[in-house]
């Protein structure tokens, strides 16, 4: 599977950021940006700012969850992207886990895009629903473990 029209899309900053703005807008507002994408792996970012900010004087969860949650689709859409069967994608579980104080940028990284594209592999070949847990683990400048996602999507074929 060699997305690199995807790929391309996903690491060219400007079009994704005005795809953000399109589909996205929160994701956007939120300055999130891609860091690293490959078919293996995903990294995005998300700055302490105004509107990321929480009472505490840290990223509000939601934001990172958001960080989180698109460095995990990023992997699924890449996969799906003008596949033959279409796939549908759906999160449907989000498991969270917090460290530490958010600050500063906060890196999440996915490295789950193998068993995404297994799960896509057979979920074309079958008319039955798969589900993949992947995790997304962010990090902050000083490369402490500041929280850890865990999503599950839910893939199926498009049958016509």
């Given at each position: 599977?060699?997305n690199s029209?995807?790929?391309?899309?996903?690491?060219?900053?400007?079009?994704?950021?005005?795809?953000?703005?399109?589909?996205?807008?929160?994701?956007?507002?939120?300055?999130?940006?891609?860091?690293?994408?490959?078919?293996?792996?995903?990294?995005?970012?998300?700055?302490?700012?105004?509107?990321?900010?929480?009472?505490?004087?840290?990223?509000?969860?939601?934001?990172?969850?958001?960080?989180?949650?698109?460095?995990?689709?990023?992997?699924?859409?890449?996969?799906?992207?003008?596949?033959?069967?279409?796939?549908?994608?759906?999160?449907?579980?989000?498991?969270?886990?917090?460290?530490?104080?958010?600050?500063?940028?906060?890196?999440?990284?996915?490295?789950?895009?193998?068993?995404?594209?297994?799960?896509?592999?057979?979920?074309?070949?079958?008319?039955?629903?798969?589900?993949?847990?992947?995790?997304?683990?962010?990090?902050?400048?000083?490369?402490?473990t500041v929280?850890?996602?865990?999503?599950?999507?839910?893939?199926?074929?498009?049958?016509?």
């Amino acid at each position: 599977m060699n997305n690199s029209k995807f790929q391309k899309f996903a690491n060219n900053n400007f079009l994704f950021r005005l795809y953000m703005l399109k589909v996205l807008p929160m994701a956007f507002l939120a300055g999130i940006r891609v860091k690293e994408f490959s078919e293996e792996q995903s990294v995005l970012t998300i700055k302490f700012s105004w509107l990321t900010q929480n009472p505490f004087r840290s990223i509000y969860f939601a934001c990172l969850a958001m960080a989180a949650e698109i460095s995990t689709g990023l992997l699924v859409m890449n996969g799906i992207y003008e596949s033959k069967p279409a796939v549908s994608m759906l999160v449907t579980k989000n498991q969270a886990t917090f460290f530490k104080k958010a600050v500063g940028k906060i890196s999440f990284t996915c490295l789950d895009g193998k068993m995404i594209a297994d799960a896509i592999d057979t979920a074309k070949k079958s008319s039955e629903g798969v589900v993949v847990e992947v995790k997304s683990i962010g990090v902050d400048e000083a490369g402490d473990t500041v929280a850890e996602f865990i999503f599950t999507w839910s893939l199926k074929a498009k049958v016509k």
